[in-house]
C-alpha cells in the first residue's frame, strides 16, 4: 500500500510538472507575435535592419526578451518604452511626433508647400499674356555672338 | 614590383590629367587651339594609363598577393576567379579606382567625338572631367591606394606604400574574403551598373557647364547629351532594379527595398535624372525652362557625388565616423564647392537662360511635366531629409534617430499617386494648350474603363481603399498609354494603308522616344502592381517544427521533411539545408530548400530563402533556426508576397522600353536644332 502511495505521489507530482510545462507552453508566445512588435523596432547595431528579421545573435536575444515580457503579461506600448528608456528613441522605426522631432516631420511638407507656391505662382506668370517680343530675341543675340566667335575659330585654325 | 608598377602608372595617370585641366584652361585664356588639342591628347591617355593600373590590381587579386592590404580586404583563396576579379569594386579603395577608370572611358569617349560644330566646348568639357577624375584620382592615390602593402615594422605589421627603413614584407596566408552578401551574380553586376549610371551623369554635367561659361545657353548641349542621359538613366535604373533583386534573394527579409540610406544615395540621382529626362523635352520643344534644366543636371552631379560620399565615407554609421574617416570632409568640400561654382556660374548666366516662348496653358503638356517635375523634386526632398536628418539629430543633439520604411512609405505614396496620375493625363495633352474639355474628350473611355475595373475588383479581389486607389490609378495609366498606341497606329494604317503592326512598328521606330517613353511607363504600372501587392497584401508567419509538422499561410502548407549540414572546405562554406515541402488547398506542389551558408573566412551566415514563384504570389520560406545535432526540429519563416513577381516582369520591359529609346540610330546632335520664338505653336500632341 506505501508503495503504490510513493508511485501515485510520484505519477502525481510528473503529471503536475508536465501540467505545469504545458500550461507554460500554452503561456509562450508565439513568434508571430514577437514578431509584430519586434519589426518595429531597430537595433543599435545592426543599422537599417528590422529586429524581426535580423539574424545576429543579440537580435536574437532581444526577441526572446520580448518574448518573456509579453509572457509577462507586459503591453506592446510597455515592451517599447522599455526598450527607448534603455536604447534611446532610435529604436523606433520613427522617432517620436514630439519636442524637437516634430522638425522630422514638419520640414519636408514645408519645403514641398514652397515647391507648390513657386511653381503655381511661375505658372501663372508665365501664362500671363506678354507685350509684343522684341524682334531678336536675347538667345538670337547670344546665338550670333556664337557663330562669330566660332568663325574666329575656324579662322585661326585655317 | 606589380604593386609598385600599379601605384606609379595611376600616379602617371593623375599628373597626366592634372597637366590636362592646366592646357585645357591655358588654351582658353590663351586662344592656343593647340594647348585644347594637347589637353584632349592628354584625356586620351589617361584612360590606357588606367586601364594598365587596374590590370596590375586585377593580377594582384586573382593571384592571391595577399602582401596588399586591399587584396587581403577582399579575397581569399577559396574564391573563384570570376568573384576575385569583381572584388575590384568590393571594397573602398578599388571601387574608387574604378569610378576613376569608368570616368576616364567616358571622358575618352567624348573627346574623341567630331568637335567642329561644338569646339568652344572642348576645354571646358575637358576641364570639368578633369577636376571630377582629379578628384576622385587624388583619393587613390593619396588616400585610398589599392596597391599599400604589408610591412613588419619593429615587429608590428603595418600597411604603406613604400618600405620603411628596415621593414620587410608581409604576406598573410590567406585574405579575408568578400562579404559573402556581395558574392551573388546580382550584387556583381549591380555595382558596375550604378557607377556607370552615377559616371555617365558627369557628361551632361561638364556639357552644361560649358554652355554657362560659354554663354552658348541655347539646347545645343542639351541636344548634344540626350544620349549620354538616357544610358545613364538606363544604367542607373538597372543597377536599382538589380539591387532590388539581389535584396530579395539574399537579405532574408522578403523585401526588395528598405529604404535603407545606401538605396537612397542611389535613388536621388534618379530622381532627378528622370525629372531632367522630362524637362529637357520642355526646353527641346518649347525654348522653356533653361535655368530649371540647368539645376537640375547640377543638382543631379552633386547628388552623384553626394550618394558616393554616403556610402564610402562611412558617415550613415556614426557623423562621428565619418570626420574619423580620411575621404569623408574631402568630398564634402568637394560637393559644396560644385554646388557653389555652379551656383555661380547659373547666376551670372541668368539673364541668356530666358524662355524663348509663353507658356499658354496650365494643362498644356509643358505645364503638366512641370508638375511631374514638382512631384520628382517633393520624392527628393522627402529622401534627402529621411537621409540627412539622423545625422543632423546626431551632429546637434547627440541623439540617434532612425528612419525607417514606414516614414517614407507614408511621406511618398501621396507622391506616387500623383504622379501615376500624370501619367495618364499628360501623354494625351498637347504641347502649347490643352483645356479641360480636350483633355476630357481624349480620356473620359479609358477612365470609365477604369472606375468599371476597380469596382469589379472591389467585388472580387480587396475591399482595401489605398490597393483601390493604387489599382484605378494602373488601371487609367495602361487604358490610356495602350489607346494612344491604338490611336496612332490605326491613323497611321488609314493614312497610308498599311497592316496595323507594320503601322504600329514603323510609328514606333519613327519616335523612339516618346514610344520608349510609352513602354516606360506602361512597365512602371506592372511594377506598381507588384508593389502593392507586396505592400498592402504581404502575409507571413513564423514557428518552430518537428520532423512531419507543418505552418499553414494564405492556403499553403509548408512541411518540414529534413535538414543536413555540411561544410564545403573547397568554397570555405559550410551549407545548412532543410527541405520543406509544399502543398496548397491540400494539393503536393513540390518541395523547397531554404538554406543558410555560413562563410569560414568572413565568418558571415547568408540567407537563402525557398522560393515558389508564380504571377499570383510567391511562397518565400526562410530558415531561421534548427537544433544543431538532431536536426530533429527547425525554426521557419514564410512570407506570401501576393503579385511581386509584376515588379521583376515590369522591370524586364522598364529595361526593354530604355533601350528602345536610348538605342543609337539617328544622333540627336545632328537634329535640326529648334528654331526658338519663330517656331509656330505646335497644338496636336501626336505631333512630336
Known sequence: ?158 | MLAEFGYGILLVGFLVTVYSLIAAIYGVMDKSAAMVESSRRGMLLVFPLLSLSAVSLIYLLVNNHFEVAFVYEVTSRSMPTYLKVTAWWGGQAGSLLFWAWLLAAFTSAVTIRKWERDIEFLPWVIVVNAITLIFFLGMVVFYENPFTRFWVVGGNVEPHMFAPAGATLFAAPDGNGLNPLLRHPGMVIHPPMLYLGFVSYVIPFAFAIAALITGRTDDRWIRLTRRWSLWAWLFLSFGLVLGGRWAYDVLGWGGYWGWDPVEIAAFMPWLTGTAFLHSVMIQEKRGLLKHWNMILVILTYALVVFGTFLTRSGVLSSVHAFANSPIGPFFMGYVALTLVVSTALLIWRWPLLQGETEMKSMLSREALFLLNNLLFMSVLVVCFWGVVSPLASELFTNQKVTLGPPFYERATAPLFAALMFLMGVAPLSAWGHSTVTTLGRAMWKSALAAVVLTIVLFFTYTQNYIALIGLFLVALVLLVTLQEFWRAARARQRAQGENFFVALSRLMGRNRRRYGGYIIHISMMLMAIGILGIEIFQTETQGALAQGEELTLEGYTVQYRELASWPDEGEGVNYTRAVVDVYKNGIYLGELTPRIDYYFDSQQNMTIPGQRSTLKDDLYVLLVDWEDVSHAGATFKIFVNPLVNWLWIGSLLFLIGILFAAWPDRDPAEEPARSGASRNVRQASSAD
Open chain 1, 1 to 158: 500500500m506505501k508503495r503504490f502511495l510513493y508511485i501515485l505521489a510520484f505519477l502525481f507530482l510528473l503529471g503536475g510538472l508536465f501540467t505545469t510545462n504545458a500550461l507554460a507552453q500554452s503561456g509562450t508566445p508565439s513568434d508571430d507575435e514577437v514578431n509584430a512588435i519586434a519589426r518595429k523596432l531597430y537595433c543599435p547595431v545592426c543599422e537599417s535592419t528590422p529586429l524581426d528579421v535580423c539574424p545576429t545573435q543579440a537580435c536574437h536575444e532581444w526577441r526572446e526578451l520580448i518574448r518573456t515580457m509579453l509572457a509577462e503579461g507586459k503591453t506592446e506600448a510597455e515592451i517599447t518604452q522599455y526598450f527607448v528608456d534603455q536604447y534611446g528613441a532610435r529604436v523606433l522605426a520613427e522617432p517620436p511626433k514630439e519636442g524637437g522631432f516634430l522638425l522630422i516631420y514638419l520640414l519636408p511638407p514645408a519645403v514641398i508647400l514652397i515647391g507648390v507656391i513657386i511653381l503655381f505662382r511661375s505658372l501663372k506668370e508665365w501664362t500671363k499674356p506678354k507685350a509684343a517680343v522684341p524682334a531678336q530675341s536675347a538667345a538670337q543675340v547670344q546665338k550670333d555672338d556664337y557663330v562669330s566667335r566660332f568663325e574666329e575659330e575656324l579662322k585661326k585654325q585655317k
